[in-house]
């Protein structure tokens, strides 16, 4: 432990960090790769976000550099785009993704279909796009797809260029083809790398999706920030962007019109900025899109990052972790990959190492203030599993975490802007729980304050900021978490019912499997905490009802989350609160054991070794099922779960973290257990234990003692101030 201690020093350590990380800018540090404008910073910045190598934009600056051509123009009648042979043609998906090599691409193009125009419909009937991202399906145009057919098979499919025009890399050349106003293709290394094509008639973005099949809510809206106004909408799947018109600066545009379409090869960044624009609750399409880029470009940070990221949102830990150390593998300096490598080890159970390297990222001078908040609450959540010494430090922390975040709630980006609030949200109620494991006088109405800050910023991002229903169920279930520490407490029933209310609500309007298990997971665990709080208010029957549904909504999701230690934990604690009613409230012990069975391996398992990490109520849980194992006629393995817990409480004490008085039940059990076992020797040294409690001062230094609980801060943007109000006392019980 002392090694770790020193990491969590922050009263003169942090202050010179302080000042120097706040006139960073949260952009350049956050990606200094080609995502420099931050992938997860879209809406001010589209544009410059993907200038970038074989990106939209660029490889259309490229067509617009050379000089002007002439087009020819068509007969009016013709439709444009879906004559047919004329439509963009898909690639098999697998085959065509990523070329191995050239005799490949050959291959390809040499058998793409062709169908004479004129054994087909003028107007053919119309596809029905399909709904969610869809496999990558590169577009074929008249047998050539741009990234796999060579200029050789160009030419020899649609014979010599009308005109030619040399480029930087290449060669730009103009086809005449029937029903168009000409298609421009870009010729690089003998590669094809981009086709424009010249549509006859101007369409709707909409009307034009229909005609390709394509689904418009999975179009990505390329936005010009300095004319606000959208100038394209890429299709990431089939490599496909559709390019909006601009006013002649007479006649103003009413409507959206397309008239030119670029095909390009698949491009990761289009994949990216559609993930980046996603709502917070459609994890499997968001995630679906990053792990497509990452296909792209195996090698981008910043890609690895956001997929962490996606995966932490939807709990899936491993997987989180593995992907924020691939992106801090790439680019090690990268303090943002830092801090989501930090929340990613923690959630994998990798405590020491989570706060080394959350240490890391605070004394940093380059810190920008969003990724030093969220270190911060970072760390305020590991101190509060440490001893006495290092948990009292847990409010402390998030305390710092609210005074950066806070900083950046009224932030003109609104990326940065929901960032920061949603952090402010989530350090409130941590706040708020820790402050619920304390004796302070009043304190159930100082918490129910922290909560209902926390409440009133949440709902303004909802209401305000787009922010998702889930965050109302943060709220609630934390706030029972917190209640849970009080004995007794207030009902959990209204906050329940406000959970199922808002997870019946989300389910009308998605059906992202992930997030609906992510937001079933949580209310789960809210059950688990109201099942506690009537269990210590004497209701076995509410009790056990909340049981029945924290089981529905925990038990098949437990196995998905099993490399989450907490998930072990949560599964166990919820095993042993079924028990522990049927035991207390109905003595039927036989009943609790079963529950107990279960809970035993989930609360004693330690997924690794850690120095920081302290038991807490774990000890007093094997105590309470071991009475039951008495009675059941198991007598030594009584003996052994009431040992057990006894080294657990003694850990705790040791600790600070809990009052060394709490040994007597251990001890004086053991003394009954071992006396009726005829063990004579050790049911007097047990006894002795006991009689040598009752001379402790119970006023003694060790849980985390306060004189004054912290109050939250009355607005955002305001300064905050201690309230004094508040003084020590003894817990209610």
Not at 29 to 50: G, N, R
Not at 330 to 354: C, H
Not at 513 to 522: A, C, N, T, V
Not at 555 to 569: F, I, L, N, S
Request: proline share 6%; charged share 25%.
């Amino acid at each position: 432990m002392r090694r770790l201690v020193h990491y969590f020093q922050h009263e003169s350590s942090l202050s010179d960090v302080t000042r120097l990380a706040l006139g960073a800018g949260l952009v350049g540090l956050m990606l200094p790769t080609s995502y420099s404008s931050a992938i997860d910073d879209l809406a001010p910045a589209v544009v410059e976000t993907i200038v970038v190598e074989n990106s939209v934009v660029v490889a259309k600056r490229k067509l617009d550099d050379v000089a002007p051509l002439e087009l020819e123009e068509g007969d009016d009648s013709l439709q444009p785009i879906m004559v047919s042979d004329k439509e963009p043609q898909l690639a098999d998906p697998e085959e065509h993704l990523m070329p191995k090599a050239k005799d490949e691409a050959v291959k390809v193009a040499a058998n793409a279909a062709e169908v004479p125009a004129s054994d087909q419909p003028e107007e053919p009937a119309e596809l029905a796009a399909p709904e969610g991202p869809q496999p990558a399906q590169p577009a074929v145009f008249h047998g050539i797809q741009p990234g796999v057919s060579t200029k050789k098979q160009l030419i020899e499919s649609w014979g010599s260029p009308d005109e030619v025009a040399p480029t930087d890399a290449g060669q730009l050349m103009l086809f005449q083809l029937e029903s168009f106003r000409g298609v421009e293709v870009l010729v690089e290394d003998g590669l094809v790398t981009l086709m424009k094509i010249n549509l006859r008639r101007a369409l709707s973005p909409a009307e034009l999706a229909e005609k390709i099949a394509a689904d418009t809510d999975e179009a990505v809206p390329l936005e010009d920030p300095e004319a606000n106004r959208v100038v394209a909408y890429a299709y990431p799947e089939r490599g496909i962007v559709m390019v909006v018109d601009e006013s002649d600066g007479i006649t103003p545009l009413t409507t959206e019109k397309i008239s030119q379409m670029i095909l390009q090869p698949l491009d990761p960044d289009t994949f990216c900025l559609r993930a980046a624009e996603r709502s917070f609750g459609e994890l499997t399409n968001r995630i679906a899109d990053l792990k497509q880029a990452l296909k792209l470009a195996p090698r981008e940070a910043s890609i690895h990052w956001q997929l962490s990221q996606a995966l932490s949102d939807a709990g899936l830990a491993t997987e989180a972790e593995a992907s924020a150390k691939r992106a801090l593998d790439i680019e090690p300096e990268n303090l943002a990959y830092r801090q989501q490598w930090a929340k990613t080890l923690s959630a994998v159970g990798k405590f020491d190492n989570a706060v080394i390297t959350t240490r890391e990222v605070l004394d940093s001078e380059g810190a920008n203030p969003l990724i030093r908040a969220q270190a911060l609450y970072q760390m305020g959540l590991l101190a509060a599993l440490g001893d006495s010494s290092i948990a009292e430090k847990a409010i402390h922390f998030h305390n710092m975490a609210i005074t950066e975040a806070d900083k950046l709630a009224t932030s003109s980006d609104p990326t940065e802007r929901m960032a920061a609030k949603r952090l402010l949200v989530d350090a409130h109620l941590a706040i708020a729980v820790e402050l619920s494991k304390q004796d302070y006088e009043d304190n159930m109405e100082n918490v129910g304050d922290w909560v209902a800050r926390a409440s009133e910023i949440a709902e303004g991002l909802i209401s305000n900021e787009g922010g998702d229903l889930g965050l109302r169920i943060t709220v609630a279930e934390r706030s029972l978490a917190a209640l849970a520490n009080f004995k007794p407490s207030n009902d959990p029933e209204p906050l329940i019912k406000e959970i199922e209310k808002t997870l019946e609500t989300i389910k009308l309007d998605s059906d992202d499997p992930l997030w609906i298990d992510q937001l079933e997971w949580r209310a789960g665990v809210a059950y688990q905490h109201a099942l506690e709080i009537e269990h210590h208010r004497r209701h076995p029957k509410q009790a056990l009802e909340y049981s029945e549904k924290a089981i529905a909504l925990m038990a098949d999701k437990a196995e998905e989350r099993r490399d989450c230690p907490q998930t072990v934990q949560q599964v166990g604690k919820l095993f042993f609160h079924i028990g522990a009613v049927h035991a207390v409230h109905q003595t039927q012990h036989g009943e609790a054991v079963k529950w107990y069975e279960k809970a035993i391996p989930l609360m004693t398992t330690q997924a690794s070794e850690s120095e920081l990490l302290v038991p807490r109520h774990e000890g007093e849980a094997l105590v309470s099922m071991a009475v039951s194992y008495w009675d059941q006629g198991e007598r030594n393995r009584a003996i052994r779960l009431t040992e057990q817990g006894a080294d657990l409480i003694e850990q705790a004490v040791t600790a600070g973290v809990m009052k060394k008085k709490t040994l007597a039940v251990p001890y004086g059990n053991l003394a009954a257990m071992h006396k009726k076992q005829g063990n004579m020797v050790e049911a007097q040294r047990y006894a002795k234990l006991v009689e040598s409690l009752k001379t402790i001062n119970e006023s003694q230094p060790g849980v985390a003692e306060a004189t004054e609980s912290p109050a939250p801060q009355a607005r955002t943007s305001q300064p905050r101030t201690q309230a004094n109000r508040n003084t020590q006392r003894t817990r209610r019980y």
